[in-house]
Structures are given as C-alpha cells and as structure tokens.
C-alpha cells in the first residue's frame, strides 16, 4: 500500500522459536530453555502425551474459540502473552489438528487485542510456521494459516515488516491460488489473504500489478464462454472466483487512475455477465465490483447516490459514504470478525485507511461503561445481521435494475 513513510524499528527475530511436545518442553519455551526435538507436520492424530499436554498447558481449541475476552477482565497482559507462547510453540507440534488449533488461537488473539510489541518481536517465527503451515498442511490447516498471515500484517500495519512477510509467504500463497489440485477453501482464503497483505505490505507497483493478474486469471474462468448461454452456473470453484474478484478489487482501490481506467475497459463488456450467475454471492460481488470501478474511474466524488451507513465502535462514528470505503470496511471485516471494532479503535494502520486520525485515549471508568455483556453483544449483533439482510435485500433489487442496463 503506497505510504508516506516507513518504520525505521530494528529487525529483531522471534524468542519462541521451535515446539516440542509435552509440559516441560512448553515450559522451557516461555522460559527462554532449549526445546528438545521434534518431527513437526506428521499426518499422525494427536498421540496421548499431546493432547495431555494441550489439556494440561494451553488447549488451543478453547482459546480458539474464547480468545482473550477473559483474560481482560480475570488475567493480565502477562497471561495472555504467556498462553500465546505456548500457542506460537504448538505450532510445530506433530498433531495438524494440534497445528491448526494453536493457528486459529494466535490468530484469534491478534484480532481481538492489539499486541504489536509481543508479535514484533515474534515476527519471524511467525511467519516461518505460516510459511510451513501453507506448505505441508492440507485444507484446514492452510486456511488457518492463511487467516493468521492476514491478521498478522494488519497488526503490523505497513512498513518493512509486513514487506518481509508479504516478500516470503506471497510466493506460496500464489502457488496455492493457482494449484487446480488443491482444495478449494484453501484457495479461497489464500487468495483473501494475498490481496489483505498485498493491500498493506506491498510499495513496488510492479508487485501490485503482478498480483491483480494472479487473482483476474482466477475469476475471470467465471465469465460467460458462448454467446448463447444467458446464465452462468455457479461451479464448486465459484467460491474461488468470488474471494478472488473481491481481492482484486480491493487492491485496485490502491491503483494509479489510469490502471483503474484500463481494467474497466479490459472488463467493462464481461464483468457484467456475472451478474446472471445463479450464485447469489457472486452477483453481489459482481454488482459492488462494477460499481466501485465506475466510483474510481469518475471520481469518488461525483456519485452521491450511495445509501451511507454509520458505524459506530466505542465513542466514535465512521460514515461509509461510497463503494471504495464500503468494500474496504467489508474486506477487514471479514478478516478481523468481532474484532474490527477493536482495531477502529486502536489500530493505527486502518485509523489511517479509514481516515479517523489518531487513536482516542479513555480512561479507565470510560472504557468501563463501555463494556457490555455477552447476552448483550448477542442481541445487539443479531439485530445488526437482520439490519443488514433487509439492506442487502434492497441492493440486490437495484442491482438486478442494473443487470438489465448491461
């Protein structure tokens, strides 16, 4: 993402670095110690000894699924980053279900709580484990990896750092998009992952445009082949192509309006046929697609037909006031789940994209009465999704009006 400056923080490597399995070797983890041997990314189950140590130390699963919430208000900052660790050392752990796991905690974590300094410096072993996750897991495990790389660029926001992840992980993360063997969940979040990090972490134009050709080649297999078919029949790989589109137009957000100018003409006569696909996810993309393309091609501010949404986290609203916010909004949200209100908050980088200016500091009654319940985080979120259903709803009845303009 092109940036008016860079972060001139030291490169310094990860202190929880190979995993063994077992309490000791967990122990000596967090304490500094040698880590004894092991086999990493067995296909083997789980043996006995490890699940009594993810039972007995840090069961990733339950982490997993709790994440930090109750460590902000029962624990400290010293056990949530004592856990993490053990987390980061599980996985190299012989189990992939284990792996896995350990993947989606860390990841979990990440989106929910701002922790640039412990991941800083754990950076590098980060990324290694990505790295092997993507390249010996299967399906689920390289979803999760992929999940994690994602969050761990937005906590880092841009800069050298995120560049060194991006520069390892995109080759492999290309790779995957463009296996036709492999599975097609993986491609998917893989090619959701490559635009998010690319989005942030890339400032060589060439790299940009490189990786919009690696996701139009993906998507573009969706567009109408004979000019007798009216409809397009979604295909299992329909789930690919919509990730794909979706990751590519994001990243033409960042683009040189003449690029933005030469897509839509490329695309202008067959992007539209998406349009009658039987999918109804990729008639949403397809729609946002071509309307965010005209937003930037004429300008943002020359469309003021769009139906602006307020969203609001803690003391503070943000306007979503046209396509290029929108699409950006829903592509974090997507990545950051229940944590995106957290990130308005406190993270720097997408303050930064969203244009809301430096963090708000509360105190500590402020953040207090901010909190709420859980049962009341699930009224408040379901009220929310029908919310949006009914919105979508009128979307897709304008949207289909369009269709028929094309």
Known sequence: MPKNKKRNTPHRGGSAG??????????AATAGGQHRNVQPF????????????????SDPSSFAEDGPEVLDEEGT???????????IDLTLDKSAKTRQAALEGIKNALA???????????????????????????????????????VLCIQL???????EILKTL???????????????????TCATCFGVCCFIATDDITELYSTLECLENIFTKSYLKEKDTTV???????????????????????CPINEVKKKLEMHFHKLPSLLSCDDVNMRIAAGESLALLFELARGIES??????????????????????KKHTYDTFKEVLGSGMQYHLQSNEFLRNVFELGPPVMLDAAALKTMKISRFERHLYNSAAFKARTKARSKCRDKRADVGEFF
């Not at 190979?18 to 122990?27: E, H, M, P, Q, R």
């Not at 900052?77 to 987390?87: A, F």
């Not at 072993?125 to 689920?140: A, Q, V, Y």
Request: proline share 3%; with cysteine.
């Open 232 to 254: 397009i029949c979604s295909t299992p790989n329909t789930v690919l192509h919509i990730s794909s589109l979706l990751a590519w137009t994001l990243l033409l957000t960042i």
């Open 77 to 87: 900052q010293e056990d949530l980053e004592y856990k993490l660790k053990g987390l």
């Open 157 to 163: 926001g841009p800069g050298i750092e995120s560049e």
């Open 18 to 27: 190979g995993g063994g399995s077992g309490a000791a070797a967990a122990t």
């Open 112 to 150: 929910s709580k701002m922790l640039y300094e412990f991941i800083l410096e754990r950076r590098m072993t980060l990324t290694d484990s990505i790295e092997r996750c993507l390249k010996k897991g299967k399906s689920d495990e390289q979803r999760a990896a992929a999940a994690l790389a994602s």
């Open 303 to 324: 469309e003021r037909d769009f139906p602006t949404e307020t969203i609001k986290f803690g003391p503070e609203r943000m306007y979503i006031d046209c396509w290029v």
């Open 170 to 188: 995109g080759p492999v993360l290309k790779k995957i998009i463009c296996d036709g063997s492999a599975s097609i969940q993986a491609r998917q």
């Open 42 to 57: 067995s296909d083997e189950d789980a043996s006995i000894e490890t699940m009594s140590h993810c039972s007995g130390y």
